[in-house]
Structures are given as structure tokens and as C-alpha cells.
């Protein structure tokens, strides 16, 4: 462990083609070209591409790699990456190693399996990979993986990084717009900055493979609560047990290789539940090392015969699993735009950039919803340290006394009694907001940035980033509009400050967000309450929300339709699935299970009357064993029959798997559990959620 220690500074990005990697192997003129385009996004000329080409090519090589492959995220949600060797042959029939200019800019995989939306026809299924030089490469398994976008024949993007990329451009002309007013003539460029701490599951794999409901759905479709769960707490950030820490040693060393910036590991609430939480890094490759960080995640676990479970809820009844989004604004140099700054000019910059984001998050409160919005995330949401689907912002005590301040045009009595005349230096400074975050809060301020807790464990942080930092651009675009204009800077910035706090205040809420009572206060406030996918995913295709991401040429108007068709297709598909594999474990495993075990019961039932010494255990378990089957075989034939009648129209189907299917579930898995609790633990087919949560792994 020393050992590895002293060679972390060696190990980490040594499977990175990265910045430094570039300077050392090419030349000053060529490491020039490359930053400028990477600064200002220009297009690299093909002499300059292939000698970038050329020197990745040698470092792979080096490094073992035989392939390469462009490496993109479709819409899946998921990568995908298509490998070619490096071998072409000479005039003497000889094997060389080749990569050119070409071949690293741009790619042309089949795409005609990958889900579009309607974006592309059939007869148009070839798609296109672009480099992407603002992510560097790297050696995953044997190949060279180039970061590029994905886009159709006619242009389309079919991807989630090239959104990504255009609204982390917005959000940066919008924010620099805005400094040049505070004075600031030398920033040229705003990052997004995004950190996304992941939770997830660990089970033993042979138990695993006995639940056919964890192999095709990603979570337990049955499972009785255990006598125990995560009541005592005594797992969170507990000891780690040692094939876990193994696993987790394991997965650093992967990740630290591939320049992810892994830097906290411990365990969550729930039993065989942990976190691993990186270091932030811009939005773009923090998007490309998480879906990195998931994919390791899965590998690393089969290697330690475990398996890493990434569905927003694999067991009912404790904490589901999240991607805690932590989002912020930082300019080139490196400072914070949403740390509280100690000078009065510092913090009217920052509260002109909290006001923007407020605005934001209430008149885009449906779209981060709908960002969000899945089958899995549905179990998840408003449940055990969940956030509820009700959006809103967390504070805390000292940033709540300042905005209420403004409002009022009272005094700031946190700082000792002044009027806040914001941009002035009667300004007091405004300290950093030390309060513990609201773990029932979906939007929380934690100090110099924002952390969107909706966000589903298995999701790609891609969406709900472009919908910050889009968000960002607007409310950005519009102050600036009118601060330009204004004869007099101050009075204009803290009328305009004023005004849009008073007019959004109803999206701040520091206290629980599951007391009923908040749900009825939302509702009173007008804030939206989508409880279900279904009710969230229209908010895609509302004008307001289409016009926000065409204004600024994140997408286009069929882009986003695409995204809201795909999204209720696979809606549609993730419950039929369940439902198909439900019926499967039904009519195969757990009805003939508990069948045979009621006919034990009856036979020794029999036995016992016969000698004169009838069991109420056998006789009173024998009748509910025998209601409880046939309640669950008509529950089973009915989810059957509904399964065969879903509508044809892709949104009617959505809104039927809803309303039906997913009430069916829900009784068979009723009968189920209740069976599962009277019936011997050798005659059920299936391990147990205490086998699965408890196991000594």
C-alpha cells in the first residue's frame, strides 16, 4: 500500500493522452494550434490534425493499445465505441502501424440502431463522430479512445455531448457579458464546473444470478422488508468491509489511470450501498468521466465476483441511489462566481449571479424535472433522504437573511445592523454559508456552488447540465440587456436585484421537503408537482422550453422532440420490460415454489389430523398459502392481459403503462412479498433481501 502510494503522482492520467502529454511529444507550433483551438474553437487544419494523430498514435502504442476508437455517448445514455486496429500494410505485403489526421477527426460508425427519435431515416443511418480536443483521450482496454460527438447525415446531434458542449459556450459568452460590466476587461471564458458523487450497490454475484429481476431490470422486482434495514444507521460512513475496501482500491487504481479525479469513498445509508465522489472538473469532462467512473464501476466489481447495481432503486424499502450534481460557475483564472466574496463589489457580482440562478430554477423549474424523469427515478424520489418531486432551493440561514433583506429593504442583521445597498461600499461582506446541507432539498446551496440531488444514479449528468447552464444563459443575457442600458450602473443592478428576488422568492425553501405541509405551501406558491415520469416528460416539448433551447442553439426545435420521443418510448419499454420479467418469475420460480410448499403443508396437515394431533401452524399457513396463490395467479393473469393491450400511440402507451401496468405490478408484488413471509426459507426460489443486503461481502 506504501508502494502504491509513492507511485499515485506516476499512476494518475498515465493512460491519458492529456495537456502535458501533448507538450512533451509535439511540436511548439503544433501544441499552439491545438490550445488555440481548444480556447476559441477553432478548426485545426489537417497538417496540424496529423501530427496530434501521429504522436497519439506512437504514445498508444507504447502503451500497448492495437485499437482505436472514437468513443461517444448516444442516447442511450450510455457510450459507444466501434474498434479498428492501427494495421494497414505496405507495397511488401508487410504489417505497419497507421493512424492519420483523418481517421482521429472524424468517424463514420453505423448508426442505425441507435436511438434517434425520428431524427434520421433508415436510408440515412450512417452517423458521424467529431473529435472533441477539449477531452483528451485515453487507453481503455487494449484501444485508443478519441471523445467525439455524434451526429446524423443531416447534421442533427445525436448524442449528449455535443448539447453539452454548445450550452457550456452560452452560459460563457452570457457570464462574461455580465463581468465586463463589474469591471472585469481580462476574463475571456466562464466554465461550468460540475462534480457528480455517485452511490451504488454492491451484491455478491451468485446471488445475483439467482434473481433473473436484477439480471433483466436492474432492480428487485419481489422482496419482503428484512427484520432489519437502515434503521440503526450503522453503515453509514462505517468501517468498510474488506472485500468491499478491496473493490474500492481496486476501482481507484482504474479510475486514477484514466485521469478520473476520484478522490471519496465511504458507506452510504443503506446496507451494501457507497459513494465514490471525484473532484470537480469543467462540465464537459466531468460528464465524460462519469460515464467512465460507471462503466469501471461494473467491470472492477465482476472482477471481486460482485456486482455493482446502478438503478435509482434496487430494493424497496431503504435509500435508492443518486448522482448528486454539484454545479458552479468559475472564470479561466479559477475563481469561484458563486463563492460570497469580502468586498462589496465581489458580493454584488455574486448576488446578481444567485438571482440569476433563482430566476432560473423557478421559470425552468418543469425542465430540470423533466431532466430527471424515469421509471427508476420514480421509486426513488421523495423517499427515504430522496429529494420530492417538488423543485425548489435550499439556502440556508445566512443567504435566506440576505435575500429577505433585499426584499424588504431591511436591515442585514446577520453582519450587524446595515441597509444593503448592493454594489456600494456600505455593503457589509457577506460570509460563506456554513449550514449543513438539507438532504430533503432538490437544489442546495453548499457554500460556493449548487447541488441538484434529483439527479438518478444511473443517469448521464449531461441533461441537467445543459438545462443549468442554458438556464444560466438566459437569466444572464436578460440582466445584461437591461444593465447595459441603464444610465446609472448601481441603482439599476440593485432595482433589478431586488425585483427578481421578490418575484421568484417562491422557489427558496430551507425547511422538510416531506412534510405534507410543503406540498400543500408548493402548491399554493404555484410550483409544479410532477410525481411521476409521465407527468414530467411533457415538459420537453412546451414552447417556453423549446424556445429557451433554440434562442440560444443548444438544439434545435426536432432535436428536442427527438429527446421527448425517446424518453417516452423507453418509459414504455423499461415497464414492459419489468412487467414481461415479473410474469416470468411468476408463472416460473415463485408460483410453482410456493404451490409445492402449500401442498407440504397439506400433506403433513393430513398426517398430523390422522394421529389425532391437528397444527394450527400448518393448517392456518396452508389456508393463507392457498388465498395468497390464488390472489397472485389472477394478479399474474391480469398483469398478462394488460401486457397484451398496450396502445400503439407511443404517448398513450406511456401514460397506459402508468395508469395500469404499473398498479398491476405493484398487486402481484403485493401477494408476493406477503407469501414470501409465511413460506419456509428453503422452499423459496429466490435469495431473500436479507441474503442480498447482508451477506458478508
Known amino acids: 500500500?506504501?508502494?502504491?502510494?509513492?507511485?499515485?503522482?506516476?499512476?494518475?492520467?498515465?493512460?491519458?493522452?492529456?495537456?502535458?502529454?501533448?507538450?512533451?511529444?509535439?511540436?511548439?507550433?503544433?501544441?499552439?494550434?491545438?490550445?488555440?483551438?481548444?480556447?476559441?474553437?477553432?478548426?485545426?487544419?489537417?497538417?496540424?490534425?496529423?501530427?496530434?494523430?501521429?504522436?497519439?498514435?506512437?504514445?498508444?502504442?507504447?502503451?500497448?493499445?492495437?485499437?482505436?476508437t472514437h468513443w461517444f455517448q448516444p442516447m442511450t445514455g450510455f457510450t459507444a465505441e466501434k474498434h479498428d486496429s492501427f494495421i494497414q500494410t505496405d507495397d511488401g505485403g508487410r504489417v505497419v502501424m497507421e493512424f492519420s489526421g483523418k481517421e482521429l477527426v472524424r468517424g463514420e460508425p453505423d448508426a442505425s440502431s441507435f436511438p434517434s427519435g425520428?431524427?434520421?431515416?433508415?436510408?440515412?443511418?450512417?452517423?458521424?463522430?467529431?473529435?472533441?480536443?477539449?477531452?483528451?483521450?485515453?487507453?481503455?482496454?487494449?484501444?485508443?479512445?478519441?471523445?467525439?460527438?455524434?451526429?446524423?447525415?443531416?447534421?442533427?446531434?445525436?448524442?449528449?455531448?455535443?448539447?453539452?458542449?454548445?450550452?457550456?459556450?452560452?452560459?460563457?459568452?452570457?457570464?462574461?457579458?455580465?463581468?465586463?460590466?463589474?469591471?472585469?476587461?481580462?476574463?475571456?471564458r466562464v466554465i461550468a464546473q460540475v462534480g457528480p458523487e455517485q452511490e451504488y450497490f454492491l451484491v455478491d454475484k451468485d446471488m445475483y444470478k439467482k434473481r433473473e429481476d436484477l439480471i433483466m431490470t436492474g432492480r428487485t422486482l419481489f422482496g419482503a422488508k428484512p427484520p432489519r434495514g437502515q434503521e440503526l444507521a450503522d453503515h453509514y460512513y462505517g468501517a468498510i468491509r474488506p472485500r468491499v475496501q478491496a473493490y474500492m482500491q481496486d476501482l481507484d487504481n482504474e479510475l486514477w489511470q484514466l485521469g478520473v479525479f476520484s478522490k471519496t469513498k465511504h458507506n452510504e445509508v443503506a446496507p451494501s450501498q457507497h459513494e465514490m465522489a471525484p473532484i470537480y472538473t469543467d462540465a464537459n469532462r466531468a460528464c465524460d468521466q462519469n460515464q467512465i467512473t460507471m462503466e469501471m464501476m461494473k467491470k472492477v466489481a465482476d472482477r471481486h465476483n460482485l456486482v455493482c447495481l446502478l438503478?435509482?432503486?434496487?430494493?424497496?424499502?431503504?435509500?435508492?441511489?443518486?448522482?448528486?450534481?454539484?454545479?458552479?460557475?468559475?472564470?479561466?483564472?479559477?475563481?469561484?462566481?458563486?463563492?460570497?466574496?469580502?468586498?462589496?463589489?465581489?458580493?454584488?457580482?455574486?448576488?446578481?449571479?444567485?438571482?440569476a440562478f433563482l430566476k432560473g430554477v423557478d421559470e425552468y423549474q418543469d425542465m430540470l424535472r423533466a431532466t430527471v424523469a424515469t421509471p427508476g427515478n420514480d421509486h426513488r424520489l421523495g423517499a427515504q433522504e430522496a429529494p420530492p418531486a417538488v423543485v425548489s432551493v435550499y439556502l440556508g440561514e445566512e443567504l435566506s437573511a440576505v435575500v429577505d433583506s433585499i426584499i424588504n429593504d431591511t436591515d442585514y442583521t446577520n453582519a450587524g445592523k446595515r441597509n444593503l445597498a448592493i454594489g456600494v461600499d456600505t455593503m457589509p461582506p457577506i460570509p460563506m454559508d456554513n449550514t449543513d446541507r438539507n438532504r430533503t432539498s432538490p437544489m442546495a446551496f453548499t457554500g460556493n456552488k449548487f447541488e441538484f440531488r434529483m439527479v438518478g444514479a444511473s443517469l448521464s449528468v449531461s441533461g441537467p447540465n445543459i438545462v443549468l447552464n442554458t438556464m444560466m444563459a438566459e437569466e444572464l443575457d436578460q440582466f445584461a440587456g437591461e444593465l447595459e442600458k441603464a444610465d446609472d450602473f448601481h441603482n439599476a443592478l440593485h432595482a433589478l436585484i431586488r425585483r427578481e428576488l421578490t418575484a421568484h422568492k417562491r422557489i427558496i425553501f430551507d425547511g422538510n421537503g416531506y412534510d405534507e405541509a410543503w406540498i400543500e405551501e408548493a402548491k399554493r406558491r404555484g410550483l409544479s408537482n410532477n410525481v411521476s415520469a409521465v407527468d414530467a416528460l411533457p415538459a420537453y416539448i412546451t414552447e417556453k422550453n423549446i424556445r429557451l433551447f433554440t434562442d440560444h442553439a443548444i438544439y434545435t426545435s426536432d432535436e428536442v422532440h427527438a429527446r421527448y420521443n425517446i424518453h417516452v418510448q423507453n418509459y414504455t419499454a423499461t415497464i414492459s420490460i419489468e412487467a414481461r420479467t415479473m410474469i416470468d418469475m411468476l408463472r416460473k420460480e415463485i408460483l410453482p415454489a410456493v404451490s409445492s410448499y402449500g401442498t407440504t403443508l397439506c400433506t403433513g396437515l393430513e398426517r398430523r389430523k390422522a394421529m389425532g394431533l391437528p397444527s394450527k401452524y400448518e393448517e392456518n399457513n396452508a389456508r393463507n398459502n392457498c388465498l395468497l396463490s390464488n390472489c397472485l395467479s389472477d394478479a399474474c393473469d391480469q398483469l398478462e392481459k394488460d401486457l397484451r393491450n398496450i396502445p400503439a400511440d407511443p404517448e398513450e402507451a406511456m401514460r397506459y403503462s402508468r395508469t395500469v401496468l404499473v398498479p398491476d405490478m405493484d398487486e402481484c408484488r403485493s401477494y408476493a412479498d406477503e407469501l414470501e413471509t409465511i413460506t419456509s426459507r428453503d422452499a423459496w426460489p429466490i435469495p431473500v433481501y436479507s441474503d442480498l443486503l447482508f451477506s458478508e461481502i
Open 118 to 188: 425520428g431524427l434520421r431515416a433508415t436510408f440515412e443511418a450512417r452517423g458521424y463522430t467529431a473529435w472533441d480536443p477539449s477531452s483528451f483521450a485515453f487507453i481503455k482496454e487494449g484501444s485508443l479512445c478519441i471523445p467525439t460527438i455524434f451526429c446524423s447525415y443531416s447534421g442533427h446531434a445525436l448524442d449528449k455531448k455535443t448539447p453539452l458542449l454548445r450550452s457550456m459556450d452560452a452560459v460563457s459568452k452570457a457570464s462574461v457579458r455580465i463581468l465586463r460590466l463589474f469591471g472585469d476587461t481580462t476574463t475571456k
Open 311 to 355: 438503478h435509482e432503486k434496487p430494493f424497496a424499502g431503504v435509500n435508492g441511489s443518486g448522482k448528486h450534481d454539484n454545479w458552479s460557475l468559475s472564470k479561466d483564472t479559477g475563481e469561484n462566481l458563486f463563492k460570497p466574496g469580502s468586498t462589496p463589489r465581489e458580493n454584488a457580482q455574486f448576488l446578481l449571479f444567485l438571482t
Open 1 to 68: 500500500m506504501i508502494e502504491e502510494t509513492r507511485r499515485l503522482p506516476e499512476l494518475f492520467g498515465s493512460m491519458v493522452f492529456h495537456e502535458q502529454t501533448m507538450k512533451e511529444r509535439l511540436s511548439p507550433s503544433c501544441y499552439k494550434e491545438w490550445k488555440k483551438a481548444v480556447s476559441d474553437g477553432t478548426p485545426l487544419d489537417i497538417s496540424t490534425a496529423n501530427e496530434i494523430a501521429e504522436a497519439m498514435k506512437q504514445w498508444a502504442v507504447e502503451k500497448g493499445a492495437t485499437h482505436y
